[in-house]
Structure formats: C-alpha cells, structure tokens
C-alpha cells in the first residue's frame, strides 16, 4: 500500500487526499491539473487523468470484518497509514517505557486500537 502511496506522489507530485472518515481519496486530472483531488476511490489508489486510468493498486481490506485501515493526509504533502497489528509481540510495534503497547487514538481502526504506523518518512519507531 505504502509503495503504490509514494508511486501516486511521484506520478501527481502529491499525496492522495483523505476525507473526514480517513479514507483515501483519488485525483482527476486534466491537462496536467487536478481538477478533483477528492474523487472516490472505489477500492482503489487512482489517477484518472484526460479520461486514462492509472491503477496503482486495489486497497486490500482487513480481513477482520469489524477493522480497517485508517489513511490520513489533509494536504498532499505527508500521510499516515493505521493498522491495528493482531500479533502484539510484532518488532514494529511500539511500546513505551513500562512496555505498553503505543496506540493511536486519533484515528480509529475499528474494533480494536491502531497500533501501526506509517508515514512518508517511513514506519513510526519512536514517540
């Protein structure tokens, strides 16, 4: 997901954009503008440009029913990505001194916290 992200930016020179809901949003583009940064992605990572559709990849769901995959970027200049790691023992899960596991409570994964993250700097290892 995080590779087709960055493919997006390097193709438009930006980010896809996230709505109110943290899902991601594709563009429509026209001689080189974009002139809808907000379209649905329908299952998607677009780029629809004069009438051409680039397909960078389908958005897997979760295969947790009652989870899902947070995508913030207001934007187009940095994104986050959320998921909630099932396996807590997972070296990319952070944890802070006393060996909790961190969470990120400003997005929601669902029925459980999100407690994976990663952004265009690369995966969060530290808080």
Do not use: H, W
């Not at 109110?20 to 379209?39: E, F, K, L």
């Not at 897997?60 to 995959?69: A, L, R």
């Amino acid at each position: 997901m995080i590779k087709a992200i960055e493919s997006f930016n390097n193709d438009v020179g930006r980010y896809p954009l996230s709505d109110t809901s943290n899902v991601i949003r594709c563009y429509i583009m026209a001689n080189g503008v974009v002139t809808d940064p907000s379209a649905p992605c329908n299952g998607k990572i677009f780029v629809l440009t004069d009438g051409v559709n680039t397909t960078y990849m389908n958005i897997p769901s979760d295969p947790v029913t009652s989870q899902n995959y947070p995508y913030v970027s207001a934007g187009g200049t940095e994104f986050a990505f959320y998921a909630a790691l099932e396996n807590t023992n997972d070296k990319d899960i952070l944890r802070d001194a006393q060996n909790n596991i961190i969470t990120y409570p400003e997005v929601s994964c669902g029925s459980v916290p999100c407690n994976y993250k990663v952004t265009e700097d690369g995966l969060t290892k530290s808080i």
